[in-house]
């Protein structure tokens, strides 16, 4: 269902190949839906590959690549999972510092999956009550992560899920979050 909820607010979803596609398109149509306007920002133009776990999925086309976008142009960052892509992301200065300048201009910033690693990397979690896919528990604790096995955390502006199964309560949180003033 339609509504203009989010209208005027704008949120990148940051990808490379070998995301989780329902970690994308679940989000990416929830906000769409709630009105936000969402542009897919990745590393190169062109197209990304998603996955459906271990399948190659469908491509999309790239809206933005990572070194032309400013995180004061937008009110948000999503960072779908999977287990290439965030591994690809979190070693890349310009998605850590896109990520951080967003995440320090007080607007959200969610990860589903193993989409934290690209935040332990930007030296976001220090401290903060987060959750993510069960292998990713040991990597977020040694960052200084709270870890819990819940489906959906918010702490600080910061919204992380576990898996595709959390992604309901992973968008109501987000909109959630967009509603707010910041």
């Not at 940051?14 to 995301?19: A, E, N």
């Not at 769409?32 to 990304?48: E, I, M, Q, R, Y």
């Not at 934290?116 to 990713?136: E, F, H, N, Y």
């Amino acid at each position: 269902m339609k509504t203009e909820k989010l209208a005027g607010k704008k949120v990148a979803f940051i990808v490379t190949d070998g995301f989780e596609q329902v970690e994308l398109t679940g989000p990416r149509e929830a906000l769409d839906d709630a009105g936000a306007t969402t542009t897919l920002v990745s590393l190169k133009s062109g197209k990304v590959q998603g996955f459906n776990h271990h399948d190659q999925g469908d491509k999309f086309d790239v809206d933005e690549v990572i070194a032309d976008v400013k995180a004061g142009d937008f009110d948000a960052v999503v960072l779908p999972g999977g287990v290439m892509n965030p591994d690809a992301l979190r070693g890349e200065a310009k998605v850590q510092k896109f990520v951080r300048e967003v995440y320090e201009s007080g607007k959200p910033v969610a990860a589903i999956c193993h989409g934290p690693w690209t935040l332990i990397d930007a030296g976001l979690v220090s401290g903060k009550k987060m959750t993510s896919w069960p292998s990713l528990k040991t990597d977020l604790k040694n960052a200084g992560a709270n870890w819990v096995d819940e489906a959906c955390v918010v702490d600080t502006g910061l919204i992380t899920s576990r898996k595709p199964a959390d992604i309901p309560k992973f968008n109501a949180s987000i909109i959630e979050a967009l509603s707010q003033p910041h």
